[in-house]
């Protein structure tokens, strides 16, 4: 039971780390801003983890969210954005 809480949580977590991506892109925020935004989010959901550890989870939760945008896609659904 406490497995499934702890999986919950970090899949939480890393819509908490991608939201925040995906809102400073579709502000259209520089590309180290919203990296950063990303990776204050994470800090603040996991404040015990190391630097090295945060840059990589931020990484591998962005770099499909990433993917996405540079692709014309919507990062939640594969669509193209709406003008």
């Known amino acids: 039971m406490e497995e499934a809480l702890v999986m919950a949580c970090e899949v939480d ?7 925040a ?3 400073a892109r579709s ?6 801003t919203a990296v950063e935004l990303a990776r204050q989010c ?10 090295d550890q945060v840059a990589a989870e931020v990484e591998r939760i962005i770099k499909p969210v990433r993917d996405s945008i540079a692709a014309g896609r919507s990062w939640w659904a594969g ?5």
């Open 13 to 19: 977590n890393e819509m908490a780390v991608a939201q």
């Open 21 to 23: 991506y995906a809102n």
């Open 27 to 32: 502000l259209q925020a520089a590309e180290p």
């Open 42 to 51: 994470y800090v603040d959901l996991c404040p015990d983890t190391p630097a």
């Open 79 to 83: 669509n193209p954005p709406s003008k």
